[in-house]
């Protein structure tokens, strides 16, 4: 089992940054991609970024790229996502995911989840 543990949301004016974590306990941090995900109501979760074990691969949706940066410590078991020039359209419920190996932008290929955290963009 991962425990995936988010932090970092708030309130923010459109243009501005905050920098999500997630920190993970249970397993080997180290054997796991891990990705970012977010949900607005009404909304079907959709992929924002993804890392590979090692940090040395990421990939992004188009609407953050060049925005948002992943990044992960595992000597801290922790991944972080910086989203910097936020925009109203960011407002969502932003969730860490945990898989093995390999990275994937398929939220069903994930199977461990944290519990989310809030991030709303005011205009």
């Known amino acids: 089992q991962v425990q995936l543990v988010e932090s970092g949301g708030g309130l923010v004016q459109a243009g501005g940054s905050l920098r999500l974590s997630c920190a993970a306990s249970g397993r080997t941090f180290s054997n796991y991609a891990m990705g970012w995900f977010r949900q607005a109501p009404g909304e079907e979760r959709e992929f924002v970024a993804t890392i590979n074990w090692s940090g040395t691969s990421t990939d992004y949706a188009d609407s953050v790229k060049g925005r948002f940066t992943i990044s992960r410590d595992n000597a801290k078991n922790t991944v972080y996502l910086q989203m910097n020039s936020l925009k109203p359209e960011d407002t969502a419920a932003y969730y860490c995911?945990?898989?093995?190996?390999?990275?994937?932008?398929?939220?069903?290929?994930?199977?461990?989840w944290g519990q989310g955290t809030q991030v709303t963009v005011s205009s």
């Open positions: 995911a945990a898989r093995l190996r390999l990275k994937s932008r398929v939220p069903s290929e994930y199977g461990y």
